[in-house]
């Protein structure tokens, strides 16, 4: 199977679809002769045009409600944002137009629009370009909130939310965007909403999304040359998010590790946790124990970014605490 | 850039028979609804738009049917213009199932697809975005539609205005947007909001075309609207058209019509240009018009707000099933069946 990078699966996944589709445009800052920030939209421009690969101003308020209106009379946006961090600016549009539409207009309108970017921290940008958002949009009925972690799910999932009928906002890692793995030449889609077992394991659950997937399986790693084999679930989607695949590999492992890579208070996993105490509460043998970024905003240095960063090491000591080996 | 338009009378009965209907329709219905709130029968926020109907009659009589109408949480008036029936507004108004999103929107979000009207939006200026996007959308697949996008006064000085207008004007999108200038955004005069008055002139800014109307008079309303659609139409060229009026009541049932934010005398010298009384001498004094014309018009009115009013309260409460309905659609599954 050929092996590509993160960011040419989310590539060859928009060129796909407009190819497919051609009420599919994409439009955000510097996506057509830029080539893209990140280069994820590598020659779309020369290949569908200006009309359908649309360089905007900064004003991401302004083409994030553009997307919804064009949404609401049958076109299919793809609002690129160069960070989700600059999204905050469009939250209004995200959470009170596309959300709310459909209810409000009685399911009159819907709304087929993805809001996609990076999202979450790279290295050493700081506290205002170092923030990750799931549990924010994972609050709002109305919306879908996928997370894909891997090139594989980085394609699959981004087709599967340009086919979708309603809003989705779709985060991926810019630390994510060099990392390769395998993708068939053929066609597939990943579905909304299903979580994948990256890895079986039998003493503990580690269950994650997004950027920390690949933190996951490298603790997994670690751990295994220490005879600990774990769980990765990787729920790909936190919002609708697959519950039977929680309890499934909790009650299996009877422990387990909530790792994300935002902040502790009503995080992502802080609603996993919920799942499993309602789901599991007779099969657990310890508490569950979360591993996330430390409640403050992102420093710079290096030493104190890497302090306040979810990563291996934690993720290694939080397995070994509900296991009560240390 | 600017234009400004007096009424030049024209006789086309037909016309002229659609106007007064529609004002007075709006005008009837708003006042049962002011009496239905203080019955109880209508909740939460209700703005009415008693004052301003010539801006929706004469705005939305240069329209298509194909055209689009998005508006703010003000938004009964131009519901019923575009052709929502009286029943299907109230019914909503009361929260019940044949309301026209079915209890689920009430005051602030009247939809209906079947004349395009994109709703009544509850965040003050962050619909003005999405009549960009529907502008975009018709401009994409090459038709010829306007969209025309509603607005008060206070809109003008948030971000998403801004940002929304630079866009039209950068690519040519084919969007009226219509200032309903009342003059205050809920209790705050014009003059203590924006840092200029004349607000058509910020169309200069955005490079596209800026025109004002008075907005008691609905002949001239239409004739500047249709200008500005035709404009929109065939040359892609937005227009941001203020037109200047009054609401005769508070901001919404919550407040009163004078006293507080403004005087007695400023709301009484304002009513002297009421735009029903206005237009009906206009009409009588060229001859269109009788008195008992204009009262027939006016029992038929009055008696299809009172069927709307009892179709409304017969209408049952939407089923608690409901509840969880159109939070999300499904997606047909031959869409995710691969290429």
């Known amino acids: ?326 | 850039m600017a234009t400004k338009k007096k009424s030049t009378p024209k006789s086309d009965a037909a016309l002229d028979r659609k106007l007064l209907h529609d004002m007075l329709l709006q005008r009837r219905f708003e006042e049962r609804a002011a009496e239905a709130y203080a019955l109880g029968k209508i909740g939460g926020f209700c703005h009415l738009y008693i004052g301003q109907e010539a801006v929706s009659a004469g705005t939305q009589s240069a329209l298509r049917p194909d055209d689009y109408v998005i508006t703010t949480y003000r938004d009964h008036g131009q519901a019923l213009v575009r052709g929502i029936a009286p029943r299907a507004v109230m019914a909503e108004l009361f929260g019940r199932v044949d309301g026209c999103v079915h209890g689920k929107g009430g005051s602030m979000h009247m939809f209906d697809r079947n004349v395009n009207f994109l709703g009544g939006h509850g965040i003050v200026g962050a619909h003005v975005p999405l009549a960009t996007g529907v502008g975009f959308a018709i401009k994409y697949r090459g038709g010829d539609q306007v969209c025309v996008c509603y607005m008060g006064e206070s809109v003008v000085n948030t971000g998403a205005f801004h940002e929304a207008l630079n866009m039209a004007g950068l690519w040519k999108l084919p969007v009226v947007y219509v200032i309903e200038n009342n003059r205050y955004g809920m209790g705050t005069a014009v003059e203590r909001a924006s840092a200029i008055t004349d607000l058509f002139k910020r169309a200069e800014a955005y490079n596209i075309v800026g025109a004002e109307v008075d907005g008691q008079d609905v002949l001239a309303v239409r004739e500047t609207m249709t200008e500005a659609v035709d404009r929109a139409r065939t040359e892609q060229v937005p227009t941001l058209l203020e037109v200047r009026t009054f609401r005769y009541v508070g901001h919404s049932m919550s407040d009163a019509a004078s006293g507080t934010y403004r005087s007695k005398a400023e709301l009484e010298e304002s009513e002297k240009r009421d735009p029903i009384v206005l237009f009906r001498r206009h009409l009588q004094e060229i001859g269109a018009l009788t008195d008992a014309e204009y009262q027939k018009l006016d029992d038929e009115l009055r008696a299809a707000v009172q069927d709307a009013w009892d179709f409304a309260d017969q209408s049952p409460e939407p089923p608690l099933e409901t509840l969880f309905e159109d939070v999300l659609v499904e997606t047909p599954s031959d869409a995710m069946a691969g290429v």
């Not at chain 1, 993160?6 to 060129?15: I, M, N, Q, V």
């Not at chain 1, 207009?105 to 970017?117: K, T």
């Not at chain 1, 506290?127 to 549990?135: L, N």
């Not at chain 1, 420093?299 to 960063?309: D, G, Q, S």
């Open chain 1, 1 to 326: 199977m050929p092996v590509i990078t993160y960011r040419d699966a989310l590539h060859d996944a928009l060129r796909e679809e407009m190819q497919r589709d051609d009420r599919v445009f994409l439009m955000g800052e510097e996506v057509a002769e830029y080539n893209g920030a990140y280069k994820v939209s590598k020659g779309l421009l020369a290949e569908f045009g200006e009309m359908r690969v649309v360089d905007t101003p900064i004003t991401e308020l302004g083409f994030a409600g553009l997307g919804v209106g064009a949404a609401m009379v049958g076109l299919r946006p793809i609002i690129e944002f160069m960070t989700w961090n600059f999204a905050l600016l469009a939250l209004d549009q995200v959470v009170n137009s596309a959300a709310k539409t459909l209810y409000m207009s009685g399911g009159q309108y819907n709304v087929p629009i993805v809001f996609r970017g990076p999202n979450g921290a790279a290295l050493q940008l700081s506290a205002q370009h170092s923030q990750s958002w799931e549990s924010w949009l994972a609050h709002i009925p109305g919306l879908k909130v996928v997370t894909p972690g891997t090139p594989y799910d980085a394609k699959g999932l981004l087709k599967s939310a340009i086919r979708d009928d309603n809003p989705v906002c779709f985060l991926e890692g810019e630390m994510l965007y060099n990392t390769k793995g395998e993708v068939p030449d053929e066609e597939y889609l990943v579905p909304i909403g299903k979580a994948d077992l990256k890895r079986e394991g039998d003493a503990c659950s580690i269950i994650t999304n997004g950027k920390m997937v690949l933190t996951a399986m490298q603790a997994a790693d670690q751990l295994a040359r220490d005879g600990i084999h774990v769980d990765v679930v990787d729920l790909r989607t936190v919002r609708p998010m697959d519950v039977e695949a929680i309890a499934r590999s909790v009650q299996k492992t009877n422990r387990a590790v909530v790792l994300e890579e935002g902040w502790e208070i009503a995080g992502i996993g802080a609603q996993v946790v919920d799942y499993i105490q309602r789901d599991c509460f007779d099969w657990l043998d310890a508490p569950v124990v979360r591993v996330h970024q430390a409640d403050v905003p992102m420093p710079y240095a290096k030493n104190l970014e890497r302090a306040a960063k979810p990563d291996v090491p934690k993720t290694i000591a939080a397995v070994r605490k509900v296991m009560y080996l240390d």
